[in-house]
Every structure is written in C-alpha cells, then in structure tokens.
C-alpha cells in the first residue's frame, strides 16, 4: 500500500504561481511513475504531468511552459511548480503513482487550487 499526501493548494490570483507537494510513504521513485493529473468541475481526470519509468518527465500541452514537476528522492516528495496561472488551471489537482510491474495505481486525497481574481 502506498499513501500520497498532497499540499499546497489554494487561491491564487490569474499570473500568480503555486508549488504543489505530494510526499510518499516511503522510497518508491525506484519502483513506480509518478505524476500529477487534475479534475475541473464537470470534466474527466486528465494528466497534467509525469515522470515516467525512464526517468523522463511528460506535460500535458495546456501546461507545457508553464508547469514543472520534480521529485526529491531524499524526501520522497514530487512537486507541481505551476506559474503563470490561468482561470482554466482551477482543478482539484492528485498524486499518482503506478507500479512499474504491476500497473496497479494509488492516489492522493487532492488538493484544490483556484486561480482568480
């Protein structure tokens, strides 16, 4: 069982940045693909970013730019700079991680973000 903890969302004005933590249970990144996707209200999960089992990194274009995800294996947290927010970023915003091997996946609780003014 893996349990993922996110942090760092809020409110935040249209331009403005946030960095978003999610932080393991554990030392997984050797095992298991990490990434960020997000829900906006009425719409499907989608991928936001990724760490793949290469050790490459994959954005969705609508944050390609703009978005940086990376991960402290000290730590065993991965983060979510996102700057230069735009109204469309609002989402509640989840951890993932996937197993190399088996595929099976877990997710965090979320944490909501609002960009506003």
């Known amino acids: 069982q893996v349990q993922l903890v996110e942090s760092g969302g809020g409110l935040v004005q249209p331009g403005g940045s946030l960095r978003l933590s999610c932080a393991a249970s554990?030392?997984?990144?050797?095992?298991?693909?990490m990434g960020w996707y997000r829900q906006a209200p009425g719409k499907q999960r989608e991928l936001v970013a990724t760490?793949?089992?290469?050790?490459?990194?994959n954005y969705a274009r609508s944050v390609r730019g703009r978005f940086t995800i990376s991960r402290d294996n000290a730590k065993n947290t991965v983060y979510l700079q996102m700057n230069s927010l735009k109204p469309e970023d609002t989402a509640v915003y989840y951890c993932?991680?996937?197993?190399?091997?088996?595929?099976?996946?877990?997710w965090g609780q979320g944490t909501q973000v609002t960009v506003s003014s």
């Open positions: 993932y991680a996937e197993n190399f091997l088996t595929k099976i996946g877990f």
């Open positions: 554990g030392s997984i990144f050797s095992r298991y693909a």
């Open positions: 760490f793949t089992s290469a050790g490459t990194t």
